[in-house]
């Protein structure tokens, strides 16, 4: 690891306790032989900065989402190309093993045929987002998900959502896409006060659930709806449908983004940067229907 550039002192003396140099700006830390870069800087900056890493020759990864817009992340991609530079965009869920030991579970047909997907992200607004509105900050994770797990291209079919907090972004959304015939359902927002990071996946044999902070990745059989005579019954009935937990080898999602970076760069098998534009590009398409309606 070379170093850190950031703007603020704050980061730069954090990094330098936990031992890296650091460097005042982008322009200090290209001037050394670096192997590659990690944008991690608020997204209406990664156009930019993006743009002067792929001018200076060196591999990329941009966190997600690629860029404030769809226009400025094909500029991105179609610059990267035009200089063979390595790009690669942060999911970091790509790499959260509980949503590894969903899709796996998905693909090895154990779900049978998928009925649907739902997926919420709530929580709070953490102040320093000061750019994009909640679908293109937080809401292309769960976006992207469904694809991954899918392995499919998704559409949306509706959306609608608002300002509860905020004056100037959208901070809450519900979205209805589709993929491969799927019906995908999600609420993102900025506005519930506890936080809730989870999907439910519903198939022919069962349902999957996955938080993804605690990484935890479940599965309850299909089940037969006996007749209960009473109403204790009907309750008793209710607090039943076992989970039970499929393996997952815990670990840091964001680590196993930056080691498949750091061995793309080193193989030439990055994940393609494609796939961002299509979850910011549903998210945008989200935000003008939203917006449109807010105007009516
Ligand atoms: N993959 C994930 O799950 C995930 C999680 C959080 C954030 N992100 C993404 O990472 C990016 C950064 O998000 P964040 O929440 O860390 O942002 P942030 O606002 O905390 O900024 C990150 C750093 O950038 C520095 N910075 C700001 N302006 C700068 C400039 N002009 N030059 C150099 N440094 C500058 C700040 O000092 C800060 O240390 C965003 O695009 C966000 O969407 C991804």
């Known amino acids: 690891m070379i170093g850190v550039a950031d703007l603020g002192l704050d980061a730069r003396a954090q990094a330098e306790e936990a031992g890296f140099r650091t460097f005042e700006s982008l322009d200090a830390i290209l001037g050394e032989r670096l192997d ?149 359902h999600l609420e993102t927002n900025w506005i519930t006060p506890v936080k809730f990071r989870e999907v439910l996946v519903t198939g022919e044999h069962g349902v999957c659930h996955v ?25 008793d009935y209710y607090k039943m449908g076992e989970f039970s937990n499929l393996p997952v080898d815990r670990q840091e999602p964001l680590r196993l983004e930056l080691q498949a970076f750091a061995n793309g760069i080193r193989s030439g098998l990055l994940p393609d940067p494609e796939i961002s534009l299509v979850s910011l590009q549903i998210a945008e398409e989200a935000t003008q229907i939203i917006e449109q309606r807010m105007r009516a």
């Open 36 to 184: 590659g870069v990690i944008l991690s800087v608020p997204t209406n900056l990664h156009r930019e900065y993006a743009l002067r890493c792929i001018d200076a020759g060196c591999a990329l990864l941009v966190e997600k989402p690629i860029a404030l817009k769809v226009s400025e992340g094909i500029e991105i991609i179609e610059a990267a190309r035009r200089k063979s530079v390595p790009l690669m965009v942060g999911y970091v869920e790509r790499y959260n093993p509980a949503v590894i030991a969903l899709r796996n579970f998905m693909q090895s047909g154990s779900l049978g045929k998928v009925h649907g997907i739902s997926a919420r992200r709530l929580g709070t607004m953490p102040a320093r987002i000061k750019d994009a509105n909640v679908l293109i900050d937080i809401g292309v994770h769960d976006i992207d998900m469904a694809a991954f797990v899918l392995g499919a291209k998704l559409e949306l079919k509706a959306a609608q959502g608002g300002r509860a907090v905020l004056e100037d972004r959208i901070d809450f959304a519900f979205l209805a896409l589709e993929g491969a015939g799927v019906p995908v």
């Open 211 to 235: 938080d993804y902070i605690t990484q935890t990745a479940r599965f309850a059989a299909a089940r037969e709806f006996p007749v209960m005579p009473t109403f204790e019954g009907s309750v």
